[in-house]
Each structure stands twice: as C-alpha cells, then as structure tokens.
Nanobody, 126 residues
C-alpha cells in the first residue's frame, strides 16, 4: 500500500509562486512514475506534469510549460511541483499520483495511476 500526502498549496496573487510537495510511503518509491494532476470546479481532472522513476523523463501540459517544474528526491520519497508565474487559470485542487508499474505511457489517463493523495487547494487571485 502506498500513501501520498500533499502539502504546499495556498492562496497567491497572479505572478507569484508556490511549491507543492508530495511525500510517499513505500520502499519502492524510486520505481514509481509520479505525476501531478489538477481539477478545477466543473472541469475534468487533467495531467499537469509527470516524472519517470529516474527523473530522466518529464512531461508538462502545454499550459504550464516554462512555468512549472516537476522534480523528485528518491532518497526522501518526495516529488515536488515548483509553480512560478501563476495565473488565475491555475486555480484548482492539485493531486499527487503514483503508478507502480513504472511505464512511461498513457500518462494523461488518471485511471492508470493506482495511488492518489488527498489533494491540496491552489488559489490564484487576479
């Protein structure tokens, strides 16, 4: 069983920055594909960023490229999402997700991720 706990959300003005963290339990964290999804009211959950088990591969949705950075520290069982130049459209609940298969495919499909955190609210004011 894997448990994911997010932290770092909050209220920030447009143009500001936040850093989300996701701490994972489990001895095999270093083999997981990790991802951040977000869900705004009335919208579907969407993939924001993903990182391979080694950190060698990353993916970003177009709307956050150049502004967000995903990283991981396997020694600390933690994945991060550094969010800069935040916009009101980034307002959502952000979820950390883990896939134990380690496969780098079909990342945008939430159903391939077997483990989820409880979510952390990010609100960006204009």
């Amino acid at each position: 069983q894997v448990q994911l706990v997010e932290s770092g959300g909050g209220l920030v003005q447009a143009g500001g920055s936040l850093r989300l963290s996701c701490a994972a339990s489990g001895r095999t964290f270093s083999s997981y594909v990790m991802a951040w999804f977000r869900q705004a009211p009335g919208k579907e959950r969407e993939l924001v960023a993903a990182i391979s088990w080694s950190g060698g591969n990353t993916y970003y949705t177009d709307s956050v490229k150049g502004r967000f950075t995903i990283s991981r520290d396997n020694a600390k069982n933690t994945v991060y999402l550094q969010m800069n130049s935040l916009k009101p459209d980034d307002t959502a609940v952000y979820y950390c997700a883990a896939d134990a298969t380690g496969a780098w495919a079909a990342l945008a499909n939430p159903r391939r991720f077997g483990y989820w955190g409880q979510g952390t609210q990010v609100t960006v004011s204009a």
